[in-house]
């Protein structure tokens, strides 16, 4: 066993102490994180405003703090850009990060001293913990690689600001690092194409144990690994990977895919990482269910996702959950977040730990008939449509057709990007609408009352997201393709990129 296998298995031991600690005693941590975010919040701008001295309880919590999205925050946060110190939390931040907004524009997220080390801790943890249990801790005696942004810093206002992911680069210990890929240059290559491609250039020849990343990005590595090796799999080239890392999207629509792409079963870990805070992970295997970080800086508190937009909606904390409901989550951070509504949409799988699985975004649904469908029924609609057949997507997307060109009754129109021919699709998306009609009795009354019809495919060609993510400047990263949408934005651009390339859809 390795020098550095040994020192992992050290911390391995101790963290895995922690984490099942934690998952027993999860009131215990979120009534402390509570008490001491708000006694360290008291003398801030926003303190003072809300009576923080005026709070004992999480019912005086709720009476003074109201729930907040970005633009509520935002006049506090051009402060805390400006430089201003004690804010929303003590002193000044030690960075912000951007992320795109809900309203247009860059939201900018508040990383402390005291938030950040959650932030790498707990990502850390989760492999620590996974690799102890399951007898993978050979794993870190070869190369590891974490797909991510760039790790160079700048300045918005007079805070040092910069991407999540490549903050939390600079949070790895020397020790891990002489295992870590991509090197500091090629990471902060900007352009992502080329810095995929520098990757697998970098990489092809080590001996690569564990591959981290958002699917749709790891796939695009793996077939660049591919194009410049001239294997067949990716398993040909890494015969000793053995864990994946993920995070940020759904993993089984892109599974078969990957795995095809991969050519043997790798052990993976669900992540849920946010900039506001590292919500969850997957700590049993074959669980879809990941364990909620209830000591990471964070006080959680849930809203029923149908009352979300209600003006005084229900707010609960982890004790009064219940299992099977949807849930906004609402974050309460260590660096001063307050009632943050983060825009998730979750489900809690178990209570006893308390596990829980992501349903979508609060804002991504569909509903231009009244059938309120969501992110997690798509997306569960597709992978269980793959399994058994041919077909393989790298990405999709769906939205309504409310006037469709050709008359008849509208649909639900799903792009998808596949290289199979048009009657595979035809009987594929037979099965898929199928499934869509049994994940929502909505979606198949409509179709019962001819209110619409069948969704309908439509193929792009190898290439048509990736156009269009790097068309809008968000290729690569955490970046990601909502699943659908109300609207016809996305498809209709999507469509139009086709068509440019002289593809007949």
């Known amino acids: 066993m390795g020098i550095i296998t040994n020192v992992v298995r050290t911390i391995a031991v101790r963290v895995h102490k922690q984490i099942e600690f934690m998952a027993t005693h999860p009131h215990k941590f979120q009534q402390s994180i509570l008490k001491n975010n708000v006694i360290k919040g008291k003398n801030t701008v926003f303190g003072k405003e809300h009576n923080f001295a005026d709070i004992h309880s999480y019912e005086d919590y709720k009476k003074q703090v109201s729930l907040n999205n970005y633009e509520d925050l935002r006049p506090y946060m051009n402060r805390v850009l400006e430089g201003e110190k004690n804010v929303l939390w003590p002193g000044k931040p030690k960075y912000v990060v951007g992320t795109s907004g809900t309203t247009g524009g860059i939201k900018y997220i508040p990383l402390s001293k005291e938030s950040l080390p959650y932030h790498y801790n707990s990502a850390r943890n989760a492999v620590f913990n996974y690799s102890l249990k399951y007898g993978m801790l050979k794993i870190f005696n070869g190369k590891l690689l974490f797909l991510s942004g760039s790790p160079e810093l700048s300045k918005t206002g007079k805070v040092t600001s910069g991407r999540l992911s ?16 991509p090197s500091w240059e090629t990471n902060t290559i900007t352009d992502w194409e080329e810095k995929v491609y520098k990757i697998a250039q970098e990489s092809i020849k080590e001996n690569m144990t564990m591959i981290g990343g958002i699917p749709p990005w790891v796939m695009m ?8 090796s001239g294997a067949e799999n990716i398993g040909d080239i890494f015969p000793n990977f053995d864990l994946f890392v993920y995070g940020g999207v759904n ?13 043997k079963q790798v052990d993976s870990i669900e992540t849920y990482p946010s900039s506001e805070g590292f919500v969850a992970f997957q700590d049993i295997k074959g669980d879809a269910g990941m364990l909620l970080n209830v000591n990471g800086g964070i006080f959680f508190e849930f809203v029923p996702a149908d009352k979300i937009h209600d003006p005084n909606p229900e707010r609960l904390q982890l004790i009064d959950i219940e299992l099977g409901k949807d849930y906004a989550i609402i974050m309460n951070n260590n660096a001063g977040l307050w009632a943050s509504i983060l825009g998730d949409v979750i489900e809690f799988t178990s209570v006893n730990p308390y596990r829980l699985i992501v349903k979508g975004r609060i804002d991504h649904f569909i509903s231009a008939f009244g059938e309120h469908i969501i992110a997690n029924e798509v997306e569960s609609a597709m992978s269980t449509s793959l399994s058994g057949t041919g077909i393989q997507i790298s990405e999709f997307t769906v939205a309504p057709q409310v006037n469709p060109a050709e008359g008849g009754l509208p649909y639900h129109e799903w792009i998808i990007e596949t290289e199979n021919s048009a009657l595979e699709l035809s009987s594929f998306g037979r099965i898929l609408d199928q499934c869509m009609q049994t994940n929502n009795f909505q979606y198949k009354d409509l179709i019962s009352g001819k209110v619409i019809t069948r969704l309908k495919l439509t193929p792009v060609p190898r290439g048509t997201f990736i156009t269009y993510m790097k068309k809008k400047g968000k290729l690569g990263g955490q970046n990601k393709i909502p699943h659908l949408s109300n609207d016809r934005k996305i498809a209709d651009e999507l469509i139009q990129l086709a068509k440019e390339n002289r593809i007949v859809v």
């Open 221 to 228: 590595y793996y077939e660049s690994l591919l194009e410049q």
């Open 166 to 181: 490549g903050i939390v680069n600079h949070q790895v210990p020397r020790w891990l690092k002489f295992n870590q890929i």
């Open 251 to 263: 993993f089984e629509p892109y599974r078969k895919k990957l795995e095809n792409l991969v050519g």
